[in-house]
């Protein structure tokens, strides 16, 4: 039993979560109603054992430095409770088997869309950019903010424009998300000489980043609203929240204490997941489930 905690641990399962939780809202956004249940059952499971695999991707390549940070020191490869070979293996089947799931019993297009993406936060950002160039989680942020667009076309077997917009905010959403991380673990980056922002460009310089990119976040967000895709349901709910991460992007200049950072950071969770249940209830509310058949 402790042996499957472990091997969960490596999918990063809250990181995870909310993935396949962007992926589903994009299921649900494709259609009137609800998703054709094959499309929401094996693309949900399909992207979450993608999704999984590039996290033990992780793990394996970082084994190094996450003995380095005390964020990750108790990760199971980084304490020697799992050998690299084990997790190696582990995220291979896992990967493999995610493909199948999506190839045979979704549709190719968001196999190889996942796959891209599993490409990208595995090997370009985690492996490359990341050890690379302080702007690693800007270029790296595609891998991250595909789910929507993989729920999209689980569904439809299509890319659309919509979809496309969801990827955009998450893009965008990133850097700010990130960097607040970033700057509250800046001691911990540096100790692994890991070229994130504040590290290499310091603290004031990345709150700056931070405030700019949360402005450019919240006119990315009401895009939907703008192209007629959403409604003022989701308007309203994007400029709300919105003013809330504008809030703690502004005190984030001049912070109370050293862990602001940190509530900046969870903050923007909860944003992200606020703004796709805002998207959904529009949606819903538009094409009431009532009035359509599985």
């Known amino acids: 039993?402790?042996?499957?905690?472990?091997?969960?641990?490596?999918?990063?399962?809250?990181?995870?979560?909310?993935?396949?939780?962007c992926a589903v809202i994009g299921m649900f956004l494709a259609v009137p109603g609800i998703p054709p249940w094959r499309a929401l059952v094996f693309g949900t499971l399909g992207i979450w054992m993608a999704s999984g695999s590039a996290a033990a991707f992780n793990h394996l390549i970082d084994e190094r430095i996450d003995k380095l940070m005390a964020r990750t020191a108790r990760r199971p490869l980084a304490t020697g409770k799992l050998k690299s070979r084990q997790v190696l293996i582990f995220a291979i089947v896992l990967g493999v088997v995610s493909m199948l799931v999506l190839a045979s019993l979704v549709n190719v297009l968001t196999a190889w869309l996942t796959f891209g993406g599993l490409i990208g936060y595995a090997l370009v950002y985690t492996a490359y950019l990341k050890r690379a160039t302080p702007q690693n989680i800007v270029i790296g942020g595609l891998a991250g903010a595909i789910p929507p667009v993989l729920g999209w076309t689980a569904v439809t077997g299509a890319l659309h424009p919509f979809a496309l917009q969801l990827c955009l905010i998450i893009f965008v959403w990133t850097p700010p998300h990130f960097w607040a991380l970033a700057?509250?673990?800046r001691d911990d980056y540096a100790r692994a000489q890991i070229p994130m922002l504040p590290v290499t460009h310091g603290v004031t310089y990345t709150r700056w980043q931070i405030l700019l990119y949360t402005i450019l976040l919240v006119l990315v967000s009401v895009l939907p609203s703008i192209t007629g895709h959403s409604g003022l349901i989701y308007f309203g709910g994007a400029v709300v929240l919105g003013v809330g991460f504008l809030y703690y992007a502004i005190r984030l200049m001049n912070p109370p204490d050293e862990y602001f950072a940190m509530r900046t950071f969870k903050y923007s969770i909860i944003y992200l997941m606020a703004l796709f249940a805002f998207l959904l209830a529009d949606h819903w509310l538009v094409n009431p489930l009532w009035t359509h058949t599985i």
């Open 1 to 21: 039993m402790m042996l499957v905690r472990e091997y969960l641990q490596l999918t990063k399962p809250r990181v995870v979560a909310l993935l396949v939780f």
């Open 183 to 185: 700057i509250f673990r």
